[in-house]
């Protein structure tokens, strides 16, 4: 950003291996990084997750890492944005989904998306101490849920092996996460000793269903993207009205509603008899599927469309 007079230039560097940028304040307009003044001719590294201010407060933005792909299996959901609008109520990143690690890319975003209440459910369980997995490098944005984990205002659920928090941007009424306290960084990384963990967290999963307010009325399902865009195992608990304005591509229905999704029963059983997880090495064709109504299979041509049909099975 500069002015004319160049009052409010920044210098911006980033260095994608070590996941941060680094601003440097040339022009005399007060600039911050979470809401801590830089000051003129100083220079400060930002993270993912922090939030840059220019001129006055007035236009916020965060960094996000990428990986960018022509094949990629699920696209970001927000492309860079130029336009410079004052930052509304909440200040947050869409998701980006994308897997295939090829050319990195970095992106100040504009930030915009609002995301799902947070608020934490009290638990008497200490937190787990002494894992490895909290002094890991989370710069990168496929290590955000590392960092979620971490922090006690989306943790809804918590004790000695595994933590539930909220997903940030759900795809229904009610979607939680089930992660391991344990660094595992994804299905292909599980092995027979991984067993009882597995079978841990689906337990875990049960319970926060069992005091969701709604479980008379809602149907839900437990189970892992074939694909996963997020380092660290998580297991998604997730209710089947998919009644969310976050749900908003084909590659986002898909993903929950095909083979793309392995059932946690399924997933357990495949472990206890192999020893491991197989997945198909088309399941990113899954994503391209027709869009079609989980309940009653009829094809739908968008997803607005689909939203509105949707809503037939919910008064039933």
């Given at each position: ?39 003129k ?14 001129v ?27 336009e ?8 947050e ?76 941007y ?18 292909k ?48 608990v ?79």
């Amino acid at each position: 950003h500069a002015s004319a007079r160049g009052e409010g230039f920044l210098l911006l560097k980033a260095d994608c291996n070590k996941g941060y940028v680094t601003v440097k304040q040339i022009g005399v307009n007060p600039t911050s990084v979470d809401l801590v003044d830089v000051g003129k001719d100083e220079e400060v590294k930002m993270r993912p997750g922090q939030v840059l201010h220019i001129v006055n407060k007035l236009y916020p933005f965060v960094v996000q890492f990428g990986e960018e792909s022509e094949e990629s299996v699920m696209e970001a959901e927000e492309k860079i944005q130029t336009e410079k609008r004052p930052c509304e109520d909440s200040c947050e990143n869409d998701d980006i989904e994308n897997v295939p690690k090829k050319a990195k890319k970095m992106e100040v975003v504009d930030t915009q998306s609002s995301s799902a209440d947070l608020r934490p459910s009290k638990s008497s369980v200490s937190p787990h101490e002494g894992t490895t997995s909290r002094k890991e490098h989370l710069g990168h944005w496929s290590q955000g849920l590392k960092s979620s984990m971490q922090d006690p205002k989306v943790q809804v659920y918590k004790d000695e092996k595994t933590v539930v928090i909220k997903d940030k941007y759900p795809k229904a009424r009610y979607h939680w996460l089930v992660l391991p306290w344990d660094s595992i960084s994804s299905l292909k990384s599980v092995t027979r000793e991984h067993l009882g963990l597995l079978e841990h967290m689906h337990a875990v999963g049960q319970k926060m269903i069992q005091q969701c307010p709604a479980k008379e009325s809602l149907e839900f399902r437990l189970g892992y993207h074939a694909i996963p865009s997020m380092s660290q195992l998580h297991l998604h608990v997730i209710s089947q009205d998919f009644d969310s304005p976050a749900l908003k591509t084909k590659k986002h229905w898909n993903s929950f509603t095909t083979e793309y999704f392995l059932n946690s029963e399924e997933v357990i059983e495949m472990v206890r008899s192999k020893g491991k997880v197989t997945v198909n090495d088309q399941a990113s064709e899954l994503l391209k599927l027709p869009l079609r109504c989980h309940l009653c299979k009829q094809q739908l041509s968008t997803i607005p469309q689909l939203k509105e049909h949707l809503k037939k099975h919910w008064t039933k």
